[in-house]
């Protein structure tokens, strides 16, 4: 089995999520995940920059923006729920949004449940040397 691309990163920021939902459970707003999570990190040592403003580019032209909830090393991007259930949009929404910023690995991490959920995606139309900021 091939080697997962960037997976002592993912990793770390699993285990912050998860130290995060093991503190808080379930039933908080989002936007207190996020807050957590950041200082979790922190403390994990990533670098990552917390709402981060993305280009999204159509054709080659930048058609607007979007604020990721997490970009981590400049190389993952975090998107972070707090839903009783992830739907098949929420997978579709993360994916579209590396494919936007052209970043390989991104996270999908929901909150919202009675245990942690997280998916790792990856871009299948990633192309490397090609820069989304």
Wanted: hydrophobic share 45%; no cysteine.
């Amino acid at each position: 089995m091939a080697e997962l691309k960037y997976k002592e990163i993912t990793e770390k920021i699993i285990g912050a999520s998860m130290k995060v939902h093991a503190a808080l459970g379930n039933g908080f707003q989002e936007v207190i995940y996020q807050r957590a999570l950041e200082i979790e990190m922190q403390n994990s040592g990533l670098k990552f920059a917390r709402e981060f403003n993305m280009p999204v580019y159509y054709n080659g032209i930048m058609i607007g923006e979007r604020r990721v909830d997490f970009l981590v090393e400049d190389k993952i991007s975090v998107e972070i729920k707090a839903l009783l259930k992830l739907e098949p949009v929420h997978f579709a929404q993360a994916r579209n949004y590396l494919e936007a910023y052209n970043l390989e690995v991104g996270l999908l991490i929901n909150f919202g449940s009675i245990s942690l959920e997280f998916k790792r995606l990856q871009n299948p139309k990633f192309k490397p040397g090609i820069l989304s900021k």
